[in-house]
């Protein structure tokens, strides 16, 4: 039987990343119930970013903040080989953005997180794509059009929502100001659960706090490496 929510109560899909983080944290200060879903795919990096989660939103949690709902949506079988399944030949951080584009992402991960709403009466499902992402399953067309396919048959239909689809990094990133953005992970080559530093997702991380003039608390293992070899090579 489908329970009924109340108009304010929203679900985010979340990664772990800043962006959906933010989305999080803006929408608890509007004083909205947040129904917060991770999807557990089996990606190489998957092992620092649900932690990160977690983290995030225990040193956020208010009381509109739901418990994190943890789906299962392996891809073992469908991307095998795969450097986001290996780690081996991760895009570097001088590589373009499009060089991290995972095959039907958005569509496999929606598709999870829009039935669990249909299912539970929750009536909005947001993520977090920004308007200078250059996927077209991204796009307001490619949500309009989700949407339309996925409530065709449902009696709960579900709204998607791009709350950042016109918003470019800087503009996010103010947007968290106060929130525990060290907590977040955005690196898809961990080391021991740490950022590397010299990943793409990584570079792009970087650049977002140098933009915006925020402080960068992330421990990164390449900066890490290098005051460690500092410090060796000044030892007498």
């Known amino acids: ?135 077209e399953d991204a796009s307001s067309e490619f949500f309009t059009e989700y949407q339309s396919a996925m409530n065709r048959g449902s009696s709960s239909p579900v709204v998607l929502l791009r709350p950042f689809g016109e918003l470019h990094k800087e503009e996010v990133m103010r947007l968290g100001v106060g929130l525990p953005l060290e907590l977040t992970f955005s690196c898809i080559h961990p080391v021991d659960g740490t950022h590397c530093g010299t990943c793409n997702k990584c570079f792009e991380r970087k650049e977002a706090f140098r933009i915006t003039g925020i402080e960068d608390k992330t421990v990164y293992t390449a900066s890490r490496r290098t005051a460690v070899q500092v410090a060796t090579k000044s030892t007498p």
Request: glycine content about 8%; hydrophobic content about 45%; proline content about 7%.
């Open 1 to 135: 039987m489908i329970s009924q929510h109340s108009s304010t109560e929203i679900a985010v899909l979340m990664s772990g990343g800043l962006d959906s983080s933010i989305l999080v944290g803006k929408f608890l200060r509007e004083g909205r119930t947040v129904h917060p879903i991770y999807i557990r795919t089996g990606l190489f990096w998957q092992s620092g970013e649900l932690p990160a989660v977690q983290a995030f939103l225990a040193a956020i949690a208010t009381a509109n903040l739901r418990p994190l709902k943890i789906l299962e949506l392996p891809l073992d079988d469908l991307y095998t080989d795969h450097w986001s399944l290996t780690g081996s030949g991760t895009p570097a951080d001088d590589t373009p953005d499009e060089a991290v584009y995972l095959p039907g992402r958005n569509a496999l991960l929606l598709v999870k997180a829009a039935v669990y709403c249909q299912l539970h009466g929750i009536g909005q499902l947001a993520c977090a794509p920004l308007g200078s992402s250059p996927f």
